[in-house]
């Protein structure tokens, strides 16, 4: 007897993570529909030749029909499998939309974050402590609430789900398609070749890296949906550990081009207004007390089938993308709409450089 294909139910859909959610799970053969506003990438649909059902809805009442058309696919006898929700941000959205298909699916797939751990100084499981909302009816998201309010979400879910709830916690979000060149700052700047910064913390070997292909997480969930599994999991790579070091080393092997690597200590870096995370893309000083790098026990997730494909694979496919789909000219650190843009653009990387071989150097 042939299985009957899984009936996915994807809360937002047109983002970066939605469509290497979508596209695996048609390969499955799954039945996909799609909830959201339709204002995000609305050609997308086309463009892929995807044979999806959407269904349009703003989630929040607040801004239109809320989850109207939803309700009425739900009271017409609509089901599905599984859900999958990577468009919630505040309890009140998660609980109203679990609420809504807590009868009309059998698993709610949430995608939440690492950002829920305030302490990422140690080895960190799925049972660590989350951060708390100083006010919980505070909706306003940003760089302090954005961890807490996704843990709020996390236990709407679980409240109304309950064993049948899958809460997925990704790490830094990679790939073809990256809205925040994070990680495309690196294979991009390589690529580019001539010199290149390389922080050096006090302990080389202590500064960790660690990251998920948005293409591996996204075949992942469609396979947590297929096979039921429920519970928390921490979802972020590799499956072993690497530092700083083998990260960059390890983009540096997907080009031949010259590049100069620049040794710069982390501490001249501070110094010259270099901006950890953002201004020298995944950079954790462990200078001022800093853990130089998170360091997210994966276990969990692996042993329900998680994989991680090579970082070589994932840097030149992004380096790649950013060829095809970005300007030649486009500069890293430019002000965007979300605000300043990732990277040390042309000219501040270049002043950096000229500081630092300017410096004073003590007699030996």
């Known amino acids: 007897m042939t299985a009957a294909p899984l009936k996915l139910l994807i809360l937002g859909g047109t983002g970066f993570l939605g469509p290497e959610t979508i596209e695996p799970a048609l390969a499955k053969g799954a039945e996909v529909t799609v909830f959201n506003r339709g204002k995000s990438n609305p050609e997308l649909v086309g463009k892929k030749g995807w044979k999806i059902e959407e269904i349009r809805g703003d989630r929040d009442p607040k801004e239109g029909e809320g989850l109207k058309a939803l309700e009425e696919a739900v009271k017409s006898g609509r089901t599905w499998d599984a859900v999958i929700d990577n468009s919630a941000y505040v309890p009140r959205i998660a609980r109203a939309s679990a609420e809504l298909l807590k009868s009309a699916t059998r698993q709610y797939i ?38 807490p309010l996704k843990a709020l979400c996390e236990q709407a879910v679980r409240d109304v789900f309950a064993d049948r709830a899958t809460i997925v916690r990704p790490g830094l979000l990679v ?16 690529a580019r070749g001539l010199k290149v910064i390389l922080p050096v913390p006090k302990d080389q070997w202590k500064s960790y890296m660690q990251w998920i292909d948005v293409r591996d997480l996204g075949d992942w969930m469609v396979r947590l949906a297929a096979d039921g599994h429920a519970g928390t999991y921490n979802a972020l790579g590799p499956d072993g550990t690497m530092t700083l070091n083998e990260f960059l080393f390890g983009i540096r092997a997907t080009t031949s081009a010259r590049v100069e690597w620049i040794p710069i200590d982390e501490k001249f870096l501070l110094e010259q207004q270099v901006t950890p995370w953002m201004g020298l893309p995944l950079w954790i000083p462990q200078e001022d007390g800093g853990v130089g790098g998170t360091r997210m026990k994966n276990a969990r997730a692996i042993s329900v089938g998680l994989t991680f494909r090579p970082l070589a694979n994932t840097a030149h496919d992004t380096a790649e993308w950013f060829a095809k789909y970005r300007p030649a000219d486009f500069d890293f650190g ?4 979300r605000g300043p843009g990732a990277g ?7 002043a950096v450089i000229a500081a630092w071989a300017a410096r004073p150097v003590p007699a030996p």
């Open 175 to 190: 790939g073809p398609g990256d809205p925040t060149d994070r990680f495309t700052y690196w294979p991009v700047r390589i």
């Open 110 to 147: 949430f995608v939440s974050t690492i950002s829920v751990y305030p302490d990422i100084s140690g080895d960190i499981d799925e049972d660590s402590p989350v951060g708390a909302m100083s006010d919980p009816t505070d909706e306003k998201v940003g760089g302090a609430t954005y961890g």
């Open 344 to 350: 040390l653009s042309r000219e501040k990387e270049a």
């Open 334 to 337: 430019q002000l965007g709409k």
